[in-house]
């Protein structure tokens, strides 16, 4: 998980997770693209509606949008993952899986008011005529779009574009008053979806994947057979917190190389839809070593297939919290404007029986808040707090008890951690600042940087000082950030000290750096290394 996630409150969680499952909706392996439906062929009394709207009504109305509202009302009333797609939105939607998009290469956060360039994708566009990390971007084309309040949806309509096309960007870069001038010529920008794979100590290996998009199982075998032939691992930490899910066949091809023989990996049946099963097929490529994977309240659909799976089958160490509890199929059909449907059509089932899919029956609205309702009843907290019915009880190939009814629970729990809440480290991360500083020091001393060859070696070796630790302090105090909340420095060190320490790895080792670092103060992740190096856990074989 990116650190900067821990601090927000828990609605903005729940709202952030809600935006994802909706983006991971797209699970089922015949997502059908066949049926073409006309949008002009409404009901007469729904067009009349809408024609005496335009005509009459007394304000000037978008009818468009009305209509574009009027159907996903309408899919709300089914379940929350039923989806009305406008035309306009379709394109965006579908790239998040697709695993590419036209764009300027830069990943970008907005820093009080102004568009920071938090990343330069290697290779890409941006890259190519010298933008930055830490640049801020303060012209698009003719238009200031820094101290206007822009949002995100805009920045990104701004920047993307046809692939050849130029934008030109007015970039403040340090202290300089002046602007550099750039153009950009535009180009298909991959997005990836293993964040991260690299080996944790001699023996453990760890893959990060943050979606299940068309080429996640290309990116986690290459990252697997790098960790197995290159690196001897004999244990393997798969990290799908905050996954909300995408393609069904990105899971199972993963998980066949997993689990051996000829096992079940999930099921799906509908009213409509006979019962299909997806089982292994042929030898994986990790089949028997010790494996453990992690999830949270943000994995969701795929990522939820996948541990119901490894848990059913007392292949893998469930730890973290229970997930999201996603488990309804959905085929998305093109409509004649352009817009597309997503319409539920059957449930998942694990190999147990369970279904992953929780309770929507008291409406859309309170299955969104169902997150922070978590929260508020202590779930994130307590493992006691998650409430199973008797009749939910299905048997593991172990013999090992597990529960239906929404989500799947954990082998072990790890609460949220929430010892680093206070509002100095709140006011750093929503200011960027450790980004910023950490883009500086590098840029100034990247010699004592790069003598480490690894990241690990880095971590032996370089150590944030007392001195320059005040003198980040020194910096966000500079920044705005209020000079009262330096009260809480001393009791946060160790944990700034770290990030920090994480946020220049990044200049050097990209993503697997970063999250490297960040994982030494990671409950979850130091819980699973206990747990494969203590094996407390002993599993009957299951074959």
């Not at 700034?496 to 990209?510: D, F, M, S, T, V």
Request: charged share 25%; aromatic share 10%.
């Amino acid at each position: 998980m990116n650190s900067t996630n821990k601090f927000w409150l828990p609605t903005i969680i729940a709202i952030a997770v809600i935006i994802g499952i909706f983006i991971g909706t797209r699970i089922s392996g015949s997502s059908s693209k066949g049926g073409m439906f006309e949008l002009s062929q409404k009901p007469d009394k729904f067009q009349s509606l809408l024609n005496f709207i335009s005509a009459n009504y007394v304000d000037t109305v978008n009818i468009q949008k009305i209509s574009d509202q009027s159907y996903a009302d309408l899919l709300r009333q089914l379940d929350p993952h039923s989806a009305y797609i406008p035309a306009s939105d379709l394109k965006g939607v579908n790239e998040v899986l697709e695993g590419n998009f036209e764009g300027v290469g830069i990943e970008f956060y907005v820093v009080n008011d102004t568009i920071m360039v938090l990343n330069v994708i290697p290779g890409g566009p941006s890259e190519s005529v010298g933008i930055r990390s830490a640049d801020k971007i303060v012209k698009i084309q003719d238009s200031t779009v820094a101290g206007i309040k822009i949002t995100n949806e805009r920045i990104i309509k701004m920047l993307r574009g046809p692939k050849d096309s130029q934008v030109k960007v007015g970039i403040k870069r340090g202290h300089a008053n002046q602007l550099l001038n750039f153009t950009i010529k535009r180009g298909s920008i991959p997005l990836t979806s293993v964040d991260a794979a690299f080996m944790m100590d001699k023996e453990t290996g760890y893959i990060k994947v943050n979606k299940f998009a068309q080429d996640t199982y290309i990116e986690f075998m290459q990252a697997l057979d790098r960790l197995l032939h290159k690196e001897n691992m004999k244990n393997l930490i798969v990290d799908l917190r905050q996954n909300g899910g995408g393609y069904l066949e990105s899971a199972t091809k993963i998980l066949d190389e997993l689990l051996d023989n000829n096992k079940l990996l999930v099921y799906t049946e509908g009213r409509n839809k006979k019962r299909n099963d997806y089982n292994c097929h042929k030898d994986g490529m990790f089949e028997s070593g010790a494996l453990t994977l992690l999830v949270d309240e943000g994995s969701a659909s795929a990522s939820e297939i996948m541990a119901g799976a490894l848990q059913d089958w007392d292949r893998a160490t469930i730890v973290g919290r229970r997930t999201f509890g996603k488990g309804l199929v959905q085929e998305q059909y093109e409509l004649g404007d352009g817009s597309a449907l997503r319409l539920t059509v059957a449930r998942y089932y694990t190999p147990s029986g369970r279904c992953i899919q929780k309770n929507y029956k008291n409406g859309y609205d309170a299955y969104e808040m169902d997150l922070l309702n978590r929260y508020k009843h202590g779930e994130f907290q307590n493992a006691d707090s998650i409430k199973y019915a008797d009749t939910m009880k299905y048997q593991t190939a172990g013999g090992r008890t597990v529960y239906g009814g929404g989500g799947i629970k954990p082998d072990v729990f790890v609460p949220l951690d929430t010892s680093n809440n206070n509002n100095l480290i709140t006011a750093v991360f929503s200011k960027g600042l450790l980004a910023q500083y950490a883009y500086t020091y590098f840029a100034e001393n990247d010699a004592a940087i790069k003598k480490y060859k690894t990241v690990m070696e880095y971590d032996n070796g370089f150590v944030i000082t007392e001195a320059m630790y005040q003198q980040f302090l020194a910096y966000v105090v500079q920044n705005g950030v209020d000079k009262a909340l330096l009260k809480y420095a001393n009791p946060s060190a160790s944990y700034i000290k770290n990030e920090l320490k994480a946020y220049i790895a990044r200049q050097q080792w990209k993503m697997d750096g970063f999250i490297y670092l960040l994982n030494k103060q990671d409950k979850t992740v130091q819980k699973a290394l206990q747990l494969i190096h203590n094996k407390p856990l002993s599993f009957k074989n299951s074959k």
